[in-house]
């Protein structure tokens, strides 16, 4: 049987009468010297198929929600907001990716907006038990796409 994607990779239309933003590269965007990581994983990104790159948002997003679950813990709470504030990113990606056209892309553009707003929570309150509920839901999703790719 044949994955389903989701997401849709297209690019968008262009918009007319609006500045388009200057392109910046990996290593521009976070401000970081050109190394040999930052070459290597822009090459990764560039070369992943799409259901690739959806693995890889999957894997940041549980990275950051455990980074920022460490940092809550060390009661670091300026860390603690950057990591949970990439993982809202993230999820804002994944949820801008969705193609509207299949049926499960509204269930995940529900489920997408819950943990944004769950993330929030936990940052704002410091929760932890909060901040877990999205780290296991956000396993889930890792696991199942992993899966569901396996199985191509």
Do not use: C
């Amino acid at each position: 049987m044949a994955l389903l994607n989701p997401y849709n990779y297209r690019k968008p239309k262009k918009v007319v009468n609006v500045e388009e933003p200057k392109k910046a590269k990996l290593h521009e965007v976070k401000n970081e010297p050109k190394t040999k990581k930052n070459i290597y994983l822009e090459q990764k990104i560039l070369a992943a198929r799409p259901e690739q790159l959806t693995l890889m948002l999957y894997d940041g997003l549980v990275r950051f929600l455990k980074q920022g679950k460490l940092f809550l813990n060390a009661n670091d709470y300026e860390k603690t907001n950057n990591s949970l504030q990439r993982a809202q990113a993230i999820i804002n990606e994944l949820r801008a990716t969705l193609d509207m056209d299949i049926v499960i892309s509204q269930s995940l553009e529900l489920l997408y907006e819950y943990m944004t707003r769950r993330t929030m929570e936990a940052n704002i309150e410091k929760n932890e038990e909060t901040l877990e509920e999205v780290i296991g839901l956000s396993i889930e999703l890792r696991d199942t796409w992993k899966e569901a790719m396996e199985s191509l």
